[in-house]
């Protein structure tokens, strides 16, 4: 069985991250998404193992200790990371896995999981960002700028993702991502076959 392929996909607030993995998990039954694991209290109307893996503080420090998360960070007081188990699980069972996460938690994937593709999505302007944060009309100027920067630095460590993906039209983005995804992973699979045909002649 060929193996899956794990996908990490990352972007600043605001870009249309979580559209662009909604309509890409809608397209192909063949992805899944990796589910985070979190210690702090579901939110009414989330479901374990749906929105998050709800578990306490104990067994997230036990999974850590036991090299069972892929990543992992502090926030708020709350521990937030990527159980290895389920993505591994998927990725043997030769399903895609796509992983929606912030830069830092990638750069630590990308380590643990050599063979992952990573995509950056981008806004069309650090303008444009603050419109469309703007337009929301949930967050504060001060917020607004706040995000704006965080994205601006975001945006500078896209450089080391293998691909970035201008969200100007969220079709066009979709399609641009899933083209990327399917040459990647044909680009992937031709390469381990020309390595396995050599091996075999030996």
């Known amino acids: 069985m060929t193996k899956g392929t794990l996908y990490i996909i990352s972007a ?22 990796s589910v985070s694991a979190t210690t702090r209290l579901p ?17 997230f420090s036990e999974l850590i200790e036991n090299g069972g998360m892929l990543e992992y960070a502090e926030f708020c007081g709350n521990l ?37 593709v990573s995509i950056f999505i981008l806004p069309p302007s650090l303008k444009a960002l603050r419109h469309r944060l703007e337009k929301r009309g949930t967050e504060t100027p001060e917020v607004i700028e706040r995000r704006v920067a965080e994205a601006e630095g975001e945006i500078k460590k896209a450089f080391r993702y293998d691909y970035a993906v201008i969200n100007d039209d969220l079709d066009k983005a979709v399609e ?27």
Do not use: W
Not at 176 to 202: H, P, S, W
């Open 80 to 116: 937030y990371g990527t159980p290895k188990k389920p993505v591994y699980d998927k990725l043997n069972e030769g399903h895609d896995v796509i992983l929606e996460i912030e830069t830092v938690g990638a750069y630590k994937v990308m380590e643990a999981c050599p063979d992952a």
């Open 176 to 202: 641009d991502v899933r083209a990327l995804m399917k040459f990647a992973k044909k680009m992937k699979n031709t390469k381990n076959e020309m390595i396995e045909g050599v091996l075999k002649q030996c």
């Open 43 to 59: 939110r009414e109307g989330e479901q374990n193992g749906v929105n998050y893996y709800f578990i306490d503080r104990n067994e």
């Open 12 to 33: 600043p607030s605001g870009t249309g991250k979580g559209t662009i993995v909604a309509e890409l998990l809608k397209a192909d039954p063949n992805i899944h998404f």
